[in-house]
């Protein structure tokens, strides 16, 4: 998938993955290629995308080491392939929503 058709489709929606049958975690992809992150724990990291040799290339807040998915459409939705570890197991679209996603706010005291 391209990054044009990858922004056009994802664009300002959370998308919520799974893989093998459980739930994984949830993306919210931003204006000017920003995406917000979370495991589904409230804590969630801020980062950006971008295309490097037709890969999808993911930098977050707190890992600066690009992480780069093959992305496909399928008549379900999404599917992902981690390509920094191709062993990975795929990740699949279960959902998309309109609104952000959930974060809890920074904690507070010792």
């Given amino acids: 998938m391209s990054a044009e058709a990858?922004?056009?489709y994802t664009r300002g929606k959370t998308?919520?993955?799974g893989s093998a049958g459980a739930a994984y975690g949830a993306e919210e992809y931003l204006p000017d290629r920003r995406v917000r992150w979370s495991f589904l724990d409230g804590k969630?990291?801020?980062?950006?995308?971008y295309e490097e040799?037709?890969?999808?290339?993911f930098v977050y807040e707190n890992q600066p080491?690009?992480?780069?998915?093959?992305?496909?459409?399928?008549?379900?939705?999404?599917i992902a392939?981690?390509?920094?570890d191709p062993a990975q197991?795929?990740?699949y679209?279960?959902?998309q929503s309109d609104e952000p996603l959930m974060c809890l706010g920074p904690e507070i005291g010792v």
């Fill in 6 to 8: 990858f922004d056009a």
């Fill in 15 to 17: 998308f919520y993955y």
């Fill in 65 to 78: 080491d690009p992480q780069c998915w093959s992305f496909t459409r399928s008549g379900a939705g999404l």
């Fill in 44 to 49: 969630c990291q801020e980062g950006y995308w």
């Fill in 89 to 91: 197991t795929e990740l």
């Fill in 81 to 84: 392939r981690f390509e920094n």
């Fill in 53 to 57: 040799a037709g890969l999808i290339c």
């Fill in 93 to 95: 679209e279960v959902e």
